[in-house]
């Protein structure tokens, strides 16, 4: 399996410098309404049990579908069409085309499949959720992507993946489309054992990975990775020496005794889309903050808190995910009580009919160059 596979190094040769210090510093609020540019609203269906989701984890939108991963039943998923209706709920159980305790939703544009990962195995079917197959795959991963002739996978130090010798060491694998491996990078950093925070993310224009206690955003591709984005948030950031310091491997109980004992900052989510990027930035004692950056500009717009204005659209305070060019924010919406100019007529007068019971909304919005 590991037969010529091979550690990367990686490619710094183009990077783009962010600083956000200045941005932290200043301490300003944003009205995040005046930066939008246009909102879509999606009113999932709720006319059967199977269509009602509990809290949210993950959401992708692809041309035809909307796959949402919740937490009924161990993590479940739904399958609604790009217009919200109800196509189906992934059966749970242990039956053929059955799945329990989901922990990852990706979507294979290149065939045009829908895989969950569960357990050591990953469930693969039709965009409409026809069952396919089921795979047991022969290495553990945290997290993966598709690509067009394999796979990008994280793994953790929690992973159990010994038969891979030094590339269990890494953060970044590349396998084939049988989980061959064809080469690591990234040696874990020794925060992981904390929180394990780090995303795996696929942008309109790369796959991205984000470690909250580096200062680095890498692009990966099937050939390797490079560092993209380098983050700088001011002389609280937390120092790479001690992201680096061996003895915090596993030790979450050390790490948090370091990390918690000054006001040290760090990046607690990322976003990007093809215009913008969003910064949640959060200290260890004064709380968080959050950014948004025009990438043609460079210019940055944030703050402590957002101001939110009531009578245009109060719930877009932070993006969970992100499709193409598009900010994504679930909600559970209630006691709608005014017609914001931002979305359709006819959205405002579906939110001032929905009731507690109603099943969540999906906001999406893109904002203004600034």
Known sequence: MIDRAHIKTVNTDSITHIYIGDAL???ERLDINSIIDSVKVVFFDDSCVDAMLGDIEDVIITDKYIYVMDRIGQNSVAIFDIDGHFVK????GQGPGEVTGVYQINYDKYNKKL???FGKGIAIYEENGDFVKNEILPLQIAKFLCTETGYICLQSPYTYNDHLCEHQENSVMFVDREFRLKWSALPHFNY????V????LKTTEDYLYVDAFNDTIYSIDEKGVRAKYV?????DMFPMEKANDRSYIKNWQLFDKVFTSSNYAHLAHYL????HQYF???YSQNGSYDFYRDKRSGNIVGGKTFLVNDNVLPILVAPRYMSEDWFVMPCQICRWRFSSPLISKEANERMMQMEEESNQVLFMFKLKRF
Do not use: F, N
């Open 89 to 92: 709920r992934i059966p749970i």
């Open 25 to 27: 510093a200043a301490d």
């Open 280 to 282: 949640w930035v959060t």
């Open 231 to 235: 983050i700088d948030l001011g002389p």
């Open 272 to 275: 990007e889309t093809s215009t």
């Open 115 to 117: 895989i969950l990962s």
């Open 192 to 195: 992981t054992a904390w929180a």
């Open 197 to 200: 925070p780090y995303e795996l």
